[in-house]
């Protein structure tokens, strides 16, 4: 391999100068694989460019440069067969705030907010953080060891209530790593414009779908009768492990919802960072062969967790799709209502917990690690779970 995925990068300075919250919100001898945040070093042109940037010196306020914006409408093209345009784009300081300003922005007071779940947490709190009314539809859980889970049209249009406006929208899924198929899209599209909701679609984890030959499709491209009503989140964030950089995109080609969204932005958030959008660019302008090669040791991790979770009696999963995030059903593995808790305390790992996604008992698990911090936490994980 071109690029070091193998070697253990630390991030607990002795006094705590590279502050993390995955590696310091528990103890020194914890092995944490919860939040979405991987252990590798970002690609080097990514590297490069924001050395070569802080070596300037000023850091005043930025503007989002053209060759960004030029830069992500190749990438979409390349990639998701979307020809999109550079006035689509309006930078942001991440995907959660534009979750909530979408709702402050084409919602009133008491307006349904609905999502389905499980789902990453902060899409179950918008609604409540906005004084507007939280909606959701569980998604059809597996059956059968191996079944992926499934978007249940019917349950969604029970959540359904004449006062709901907005469909918060994840795909790939997380934490499911579902990547939605285009019949069960479908069916979200026709829903969505009978019901004549706006939508905001978190497309986050779109550059890591784990079958090879997949390609990302964004649900604004392949319903193009929902480009007038749907606002598309990208950041470069979770691909090339740029979290703290804070910088995203929503793509909105309508411009009376794009000015729409705009106005509710204003005095809300910061202007762009400026090391942000010079990470994004060297990374859509740069990051292909990394990320690829990042996507094959994914994909080795994702083997490694599908044999695991076979000796594991009482763990099930649908295995990922995409992301580097495993969603583990421990309810009969013995580990009681809070398995995170009792993995966290008698066997040192540190994972999500499944009821903040909406599914007690359930656990989410990031591989997007080391092969030896991997192994190191799933041995643990074999002291509780594994049976002779």
């Known amino acids: 391999m071109a690029y070091d995925f193998a070697t253990p990068v630390e991030r607990r300075h002795p006094e705590g100068g590279w502050a993390s919250q995955k590696w310091h919100r528990y103890g020194d001898d914890v092995l944490p694989l919860w939040v979405a945040d991987m252990d590798f070093r970002s690609p080097p042109a990514v590297i490069d460019a924001l050395q070569a940037r802080v070596a300037h010196g000023v850091y005043g306020y930025g503007e989002v440069p053209a060759t960004l914006t030029e830069t992500l409408c190749q990438w979409s093209a390349h990639h998701y067969d979307w020809p999109i345009q550079p006035e689509w784009q309006q930078w942001l300081p991440g995907v959660v705030p534009a979750l909530h300003l979408a709702a402050l922005a084409l919602t009133e007071p008491g307006d349904g907010v609905l999502t389905v779940a499980p789902i990453y947490p902060p899409f179950l709190e918008v609604a409540k953080r906005t004084g507007r009314l939280p909606q959701q539809a569980m998604l059809a859980a597996p059956s059968t060891p191996n079944e992926p889970w499934q978007l249940d049209i019917a349950a969604l249009e029970a959540a359904i209530t004449p006062r709901t406006r907005l469909l918060l929208w994840c795909q790939p899924h997380n934490p499911t790593g579902r990547v939605w198929r285009h019949e069960e899209l479908a069916a979200l599209a026709e829903l969505v414009e009978r ?41 470069p964030s979770k691909t090339f492990n740029l979290a703290g950089l804070t910088s995203a995109c929503a793509v909105i080609p309508d411009p009376a919802l794009r000015e729409r969204f705009a106005a509710a932005t204003k005095g809300l958030l910061p202007d762009g960072n400026v090391l942000g959008l010079v990470a994004a660019e060297a990374a ?94 799933l041995s643990r994980m074999d002291s509780l779970l594994k049976r002779d």
């Not at 909701?197 to 604004?220: F, K, T, Y």
């Not at 990042?294 to 083997?303: A, D, F, N, P």
């Open 284 to 377: 859509y302008r740069h990051g292909e062969p990394w990320r690829q090669e990042l996507l094959s040791v994914l994909r080795e991790h994702r083997e490694t967790l599908q044999a695991r979770v076979a000796a594991w009696p009482g763990v099930r999963w649908s295995a990922p799709e995409s992301t580097y995030l495993a969603w583990l059903d421990m309810r009969e593995a013995g580990l009681g209502d809070a398995p995170y808790k009792t993995l966290l305390k008698e066997a040192g790992v540190a994972l999500s917990d499944g009821a903040a996604f909406g599914c007690p008992g359930f656990v989410r698990l990031n591989f997007g690690t080391t092969a030896s911090q991997l192994e190191a936490a």
């Open 195 to 235: 019901h004549d909701l706006w939508v905001v679609s978190d497309e986050l984890h779109c550059d890591l779908l784990l079958d090879e030959g997949a390609q990302h499709r964004p649900l604004a491209a392949a319903f193009p009768e929902l480009a007038k009503r749907t606002i598309t989140l990208w950041a």
